[in-house]
């Protein structure tokens, strides 16, 4: 099957609710004011930030796309809204194709459970089976590097340790979209290394790629197309080399 | 029809009955590191619980004048279905920011998913502490009706689907007002006096009636009236299926409408 990904009009909102705004009093206080004028324009009288604006792409299958764009820009909320994790505020979204997202990959660790349980707690919370993350336990086992220290409470790993074990109980996923923040700057070099070629791996073996990052040359290397974000909006989107260089020239 | 084509809350719970597997498993593991580190694991919530209702059994049982046989199956299945309801009603708030936060952040699953995890895990420890009902039961009556085949699940799967729909309400109402949270947990406490859990409906003399104000009443009611073999009561499941009916329309309505909201609320 062809994957494919396509946005149209997309606008995303985050409302600010302050500690005024959190409270029921308050709301009650409002509501009594006005009845319920304001009870179903709740949003209007809060504070919003406008994460992403007028967001328009298709992505076809054997993209590769480098999000590019300073802190704040938008690139893990764009993530996260291809992830499913955002609705948008409004605009169309048509994903064809399952998705990985390795974008917070350490979630929902647990620092009583050993390294092992924590790898099948991992696999379980991104709806593998058991019998399945068993099956391709050898080799994440040997991934990490580990050891026997996958038999300890992950409390006593230190955080290089941890962030090996993240990333190794990440890789079990094969899918047709992956959605890649990027996190791999920790574990020592030669982790590095060995995650970075898993990593150009998984990206050859998925059919859309996107990979956001401040590594230019390793975008360079792995991203066919570019999508440039500023304050929320696509200020490029072309290919990569040129990308970079609209990048460059804005952000010196 | 288009109020069911592209429902959220029917997506939802396709969703979650499809993926079973992840929400069940990860309770159970929830489960078992609730437990970890413990030498006695969970049977000392288990102690716990035949300890404070022993004792209170022969102390209630002295002030209410009563046959301390009868009233300890009563007591013992009231007080164990309460520590099941309360701790559902008391966890309500936390579903949606509490631990539950980093993974809605993180990870694509419907928040409907983490009600689930949350609410049988209650389950699961509900039936940890099920057999100690049967045994007190069976060793004080020497007989437990038939009828509790039928009537037990049946209960259980009652409460267990309100459970379900009250967290998700509740959690959704406090992730966005985060007051209810202090408010059920100074609530809860003379819940328990309210009830008929410690004393039996007849106690009330003329005024018995005031019990069906309470809707904890129908839901204690549902599981224990037939499994320590007291008399029949259909207000009881009249009561509990008007709520869940009101829980479920509640439900409906809110989900659908605000469901994707909750993850910008927490």
Redesign the interface.
């Known amino acids: 099957m062809k994957s494919k990904i396509l946005l149209e009009n997309i606008y995303l909102d985050?409302?600010i609710?302050d500690s005024e705004s959190?409270?029921?009093?308050n709301?009650i206080a409002s509501m009594s004011k006005s009845a319920f004028a304001r009870m179903s324009s709740e949003d209007k009288v809060n504070k919003v930030v406008h994460g992403l604006e007028d967001i328009n792409f298709t992505f076809n299958h054997g993209d590769k796309i480098a999000l590019l764009g300073p802190n704040g820009s938008g690139k893990t909320t764009l993530l996260?809204l291809l992830?499913?994790?955002?609705?948008p505020t409004s605009g169309k979204i048509l994903i064809e194709g399952n998705?990985s997202?390795m974008?917070?990959i350490g979630?929902?660790f647990?620092g009583?459970?050993t390294g092992y349980?924590n790898i099948i707690?991992a696999g379980?919370?991104?709806?593998l089976?058991?019998k399945d993350i068993e099956k391709i336990m050898p080799e994440i086992e040997d991934f990490s590097g580990l050891g026997e220290f996958l038999d300890m409470p992950l409390r006593t790993y230190s955080s290089g340790m941890q962030a090996r074990l993240a990333f190794s109980s990440a890789i079990a996923s094969a899918p047709d979209i992956l959605l890649m923040d990027e996190f791999f700057s920790t574990g020592d070099i030669e982790f590095s290394k060995k995650s970075e070629d898993k990593i150009f791996e998984m990206m050859d073996a998925s059919s859309i790629l996107v990979f956001a990052s401040h590594d230019l040359e390793l975008l360079k290397k792995v991203c066919n197309k570019a999508v440039c974000l500023k304050h929320g909006q696509i200020s490029y989107y072309g290919n990569t080399e040129e990308a970079i260089n609209h990048y460059k020239e804005f952000y010196g | 029809m288009n109020f069911f084509k592209n429902n959220l809350a029917l997506e939802d719970i396709i969703y979650i009955i499809k993926n079973y597997y992840s929400w069940s498993y990860l309770s159970y593991f929830d489960l078992k590191l609730k437990y970890r580190r413990t030498f006695l694991g969970p049977w000392w919530v288990v102690l716990g619980i035949a300890i404070s209702a022993t004792a209170m059994c022969f102390l209630w049982s002295t002030i209410f004048n009563l046959d301390w046989k009868e009233y300890l199956t009563y007591l013992y299945s009231g007080f164990i279905i309460w520590m099941w309801i309360s701790q559902l009603v008391v966890d309500a708030p936390e579903t949606f920011y509490g631990e539950a936060e980093k993974y809605i952040k993180a990870y694509p699953n419907p928040p409907l998913f983490y009600v689930f995890r949350k609410c049988s895990l209650n389950l699961l420890l509900f039936l940890h502490h099920l057999p100690l009902i049967l045994i007190v039961t069976y060793a004080v009556n020497k007989k437990i009706e038939l009828n509790v085949l039928y009537s037990l699940p049946l209960g259980m799967f009652v409460v267990f689907l309100n459970s379900v729909l009250f967290t998700t309400i509740v959690g959704m109402i406090s992730a966005r007002y985060r007051d209810i949270d202090p408010l059920l947990k100074s609530i809860m406490p003379p819940m328990l006096l309210l009830t008929p859990v410690l004393w039996k409906a007849e106690m009330l003399g003329s005024h018995i009636n005031y019990i069906y104000l309470n809707p904890f009443t129908y839901f204690v009611g549902i599981i224990r009236n037939d499994l320590i073999g007291l008399d029949f009561d259909i207000n009881i499941w009249i009561g509990a299926l008007v709520i869940t009916i009101f829980q479920l329309i509640i439900f409906i309505i809110l989900y659908s409408k605000k469901r994707n909201r909750i993850i910008f609320w927490i």
Do not use: H, V, W
């Open positions: 985050f409302p609710y959190f409270s029921l009093r709301k996260k992830s499913g994790i955002y609705t998705i997202c974008i917070d979630f929902g647990q009583d459970a349980e707690y379980i919370s991104r709806g089976r058991k």
